[in-house]
């Protein structure tokens, strides 16, 4: 009776494809060693490598990203709700750093250079910039197939619908004036 119906099975989300289906292309990507478009406000390009464009990654807990950072280009603070974070500098020098959690807020940071590595915590707000007048050029892992990314500064004042700015005057101490025009800066480049 089964054999009428035409079933997919999700598993996070994805489509598991049929086993007996399986081929090399769903374990492959091209073009990693491609640099990335660095022409934008923040200097910097991520390509992502994670399950959306390899499907055998699903339930594997693992993606790959590959950074380009134009001179003095970063990567703005944000975090990986889902996931922590190891990055290889492959070329270039990176000023990299994390914030820990309330109360301290501590700021931890590091000069990497070609070959150096460092970890993100899971969840913790981090960022590199690149301070040289070359561009640099990093590759990291995150522990999860789909680790999702929050950049600070684009989810506060580029929300849709904007955050009341009296609220974010008084979290961030500033005058209203100042959230009106940073809300109308990142609004326009998140709803364009």
């Not at 989300?13 to 022409?39: E, I, Q, R």
């Not at 990203?65 to 974070?85: F, L, S």
Request: some cysteine; overall charge negative; proline content about 6%.
């Amino acid at each position: 009776m089964l054999e009428h119906f035409d079933f997919t099975v999700l598993v996070n989300g994805f489509v598991c494809k049929n086993p007996m289906k399986v081929d090399a292309d769903d374990f492959f990507f091209s073009g990693l060693n491609k640099p990335g478009n660095t022409d934008n406000k923040v200097g910097s390009n991520v390509t992502t490598v994670n399950v959306n464009h390899i499907g055998g990654l699903n339930t594997l807990g693992i993606s790959l990203v590959r950074i380009d950072y134009a001179p003095y280009g970063e990567n703005p603070p944000h975090t990986h709700p889902r996931a922590t974070e190891i990055l290889t500098v492959i070329e270039g020098t990176l000023h990299v750093g994390f914030i820990t959690s309330n109360p301290q807020n501590r700021l931890i940071f590091k000069v990497l250079n070609a070959g150096d590595v460092f970890v993100f915590p899971v969840g913790l707000i981090h960022f590199q910039f690149n301070p040289g007048h070359e561009n640099a050029v990093a590759i990291a892992a995150l522990s999860s197939q789909n680790p999702g990314v929050i950049t600070i500064a684009n989810a506060v004042f580029g929300s849709n619908p904007k955050i009341d700015h009296g609220i974010l005057a008084k979290a961030f101490q500033v005058d209203e004036k100042v959230i009106d025009y940073l809300q109308s800066q990142f609004w326009e480049d998140n709803n364009n």
